[in-house]
């Protein structure tokens, strides 16, 4: 969360520029964008959502993991070139209002508000499922709530996470996942009887089929979006036109590396997945239990719930708050959300929204059978689409707009990635099933409905540029 006072900014945002007199010093390197984008990104995410991955792709996690950062990596540079030309901003729905109009930016902008929105609920559930994987005779619901109240209390406080805390819950999430990794390694040496480290375990023609793997992807994919929060850091960088592209490469590369470590891991230790048969949400504390015993499985259920239910939670509330401060400053959201509040600094009335949503979504979510593995791919149906409109802008600003066609590094960066960018983000997205395909496509016609009401029925004007 910003502090404007004259000092410094530790959480800065798109929207705090739209505040009159703020002033922002550049002071972050790459380092600094790595480290705090790793911080929000949960090294250890893939834990969470490994059952899933491995059902859908066949037992060949990895691969799911690996082709979601083939479409990350695209993304990356698209993002990075658009900073260039856009260096005070960071987000894709102003990128998208500049190249393609106000009607598509705004669509942009609700397609971002259907992941943030969503993601508070996912993480409470990714949480709740965790704990409940210990303390099976606490419901679901009841520590979903418990880890709402947490995040709630301490959004509407004002009380600020300190960098140095959240550095301490990046260096425990690795030394977690450093653990498994050597005890796995062991087991597997150990027992070559039932675990080995066969590159079926990446990739089995046999048990390959497409629509299993891309199903897998759009689970999976889930541990890489918000890399573009980097972008957000912009103003704040020592370099802002190449610092936060490189801090996005570092970072997409590093949480690759650990992605995938984890999950081959993991998969050689139980190739047939029968520690976890019928317990996919609770798959990665099963496999760790079997690699160390009951002591690792709660290391890694309670680093996940901590990691995902309180430290994410509060980085995302933020966030999404900031983010309806933008859209509301801009004329898309009520103007009771555009409003900051001097004791907390923060968009006090957003956060309280975002609070009764989180709750509303909870409720349904649990009474309606929607399952953790749904409501992640709905938030990542709103993200991979927002990705695929980032995209396409690369196309057509450059390329088509601006001209810049002259060279081999110009038909790359401005068609060729952007392009394969955009039909993987595209493809995934209509993997993400028929639940998550309805709830995106509903979400957008009310979108639409809801701008055309704003500009020809109250003739608001709508500026996200």
Known sequence: MPENNGATVTKPTVATQQKQGDAFKATLTVKDMVVWGLITMVPISPMAVYGGVFADSGGMPTLAFIIGFVAVLF??????????HFPSSGSIFTYVSHVFGKMPGFIAGWLMLLQYLVSPAMVYLIAAIAIHSLFPDIPILALCFGFLAIVAIVSLIGMKTAMVVNKVALV???VILALFVIFGVIFVVQHPE??????????NPDKFQLGGTMSAVSLAVMSYVGFGAIATLTQEAKDPKHGPSRAMMVMAILLCVL???QCFIATSIDPSGAAFAGNTDNAFYAVAKVAAGPWLMILCAVGVALAQGVFTAIAQQNSIAFVMFTMAKGGCLPKFMAKMNKRTNSPLNAVIFIICLSIVLTLIFQFSGINMNTVVKISNFGALSTYTLLNLSVIVFCWVQLKERKGAKAVFMHLIFPALGAIICFAIMLSVGDVALAVGAIFILIGVVYYLVLTKVMKREINLG
């Open 75 to 84: 993304s990356v540079f698209s993002f990075g070139i658009m900073i260039q």
């Open 172 to 174: 425990a999430q690795l």
């Open 194 to 203: 039932s675990a080995n480290f066969s590159p079926k375990n990446l990739f």
């Open 259 to 261: 992605y995938v470590l």
